[in-house]
């Protein structure tokens, strides 16, 4: 009996420590990235926006490890640049339907009434129509541009961070030091920012970084459609979708905003797990 335990012990330290190896190797690749959009202006080889048609649809090679697009552009140079402009509208986006999705939650949970009805509609609403078809729809309206893609995204992203916190608050609202900080005079404002916020945040954040990836696919995805950045900002969306008629004949021109896209989808998602298995009770308990 003591041998098993010890050997149970031996197991949960030894994925602790896997967790923890995890959470700093994709911790500094998700910083990595960060830093690589923050400072992007300073990092490409060339200018991403110069056009050298003499140069142009050149393969990668010593000059131009990603080769040049028809307008003698860089590719790595705008590869680079362009993760400004995805990765930083992604990450703008998950802020903004946390916050808001969040907050509709919270109040929703916590008063309840009429009120809980109306906004949970509004939000079934959103969540009958199917989500990259309403993008396009909203984005169509408001003409395109980074911006406007990210305001069409969070119209239909919020309501998921307002089902995760109101239904988080329904179950703290019954727990006895809910009570006990009511007793004790507690306001509002007070039991939200010190009860309520503190336990909802575990399941948002989880939720959060899970969805920049998806976000960073929508973002770009909307932008190949020709409803997000326009040219000639370099985004990975918009590159690939000037490209995508040269697939068979330059197909470096596609595949480098491409494996791009990948890449930092792939680091953000495996992140995301990462801080799940950390953060979620329910995971480190298996």
Same mark, same amino acid.
């Given at each position: 009996?003591?041998?098993?335990?010890?050997?149970?012990?031996?197991?949960?330290?030894?994925?602790?420590?896997?967790?923890?190896?995890?959470?700093?190797?994709? =911790?500094?690749?998700?910083?990595? %990235?960060?830093?690589?959009?923050?400072?992007?202006? #300073?990092?490409?080889? #060339?200018?991403?926006?110069?056009?050298?048609? !003499?140069?142009?649809?050149?393969?990668?090679?010593?000059?131009?490890?990603?080769?040049?697009?028809? #307008?003698?552009?860089?590719?790595?140079?705008? %590869?680079?640049? !362009?993760?400004?402009?995805?990765?930083?509208?992604?990450?703008?986006?998950?802020?903004?339907?946390? %916050?808001?999705?969040?907050?509709? =939650?919270?109040?929703?949970?916590?008063?309840?009434?009429?009120?809980?009805?109306?906004?949970?509609?509004?939000?079934?609403?959103?969540?009958?129509?199917? !989500?990259?078809?309403?993008?396009?729809? %909203?984005?169509?309206v408001m003409s395109g541009g980074i911006l406007n893609a990210v305001a069409a995204l969070a119209c239909i992203s919020w309501p998921k961070y307002a089902r995760i916190a109101r239904s988080q608050v329904l179950s703290i609202r019954s727990m006895p030091y809910m009570a006990a900080a009511r007793l004790s005079g507690s306001g509002t404002l007070k039991m939200t920012g010190k009860h309520i916020i503190p336990n909802i945040a575990g399941p948002v954040v989880v939720t959060a970084v899970l969805d920049i990836g998806t976000m960073i696919m929508e973002i770009a995805g909307l932008s190949f459609l020709g409803l997000g950045a326009t040219p000639p900002t370099a985004e990975w969306g918009s590159m690939m979708s000037n490209g995508r008629s040269m697939l068979q004949t330059s197909p470096w021109v596609i595949l480098a905003p491409g494996a791009a896209i990948f890449l930092t989808v792939m680091i953000f998602n495996l992140a995301g797990d990462t801080v799940r298995d950390v953060l979620d009770p329910r995971q480190r308990k298996r």
């Open positions: 009996m003591m041998e098993e335990k010890k050997r149970t012990v031996r197991r949960q330290k030894i994925k602790k420590d896997h967790t923890k190896l995890k959470m700093i190797v994709f =911790g500094l690749l998700v910083l990595a %990235v960060i830093l690589m959009a923050a400072f992007a202006p #300073y990092l490409t080889p #060339y200018d991403p926006y110069e056009q050298d048609l !003499g140069n142009a649809l050149l393969p990668p090679g010593e000059a131009h490890l990603l080769g040049t697009d028809r #307008y003698g552009r860089d590719m790595l140079s705008r %590869v680079i640049m !362009g993760s400004q402009s995805t990765i930083f509208s992604a990450l703008l986006l998950v802020a903004v339907i946390t %916050v808001i999705g969040s907050a509709v =939650g919270i109040l929703c949970g916590w008063k309840g009434g009429k009120l809980d009805a109306f906004l949970m509609r509004v939000s079934d609403i959103f969540l009958a129509f199917p !989500g990259m078809v309403f993008a396009i729809a %909203v984005a169509s």
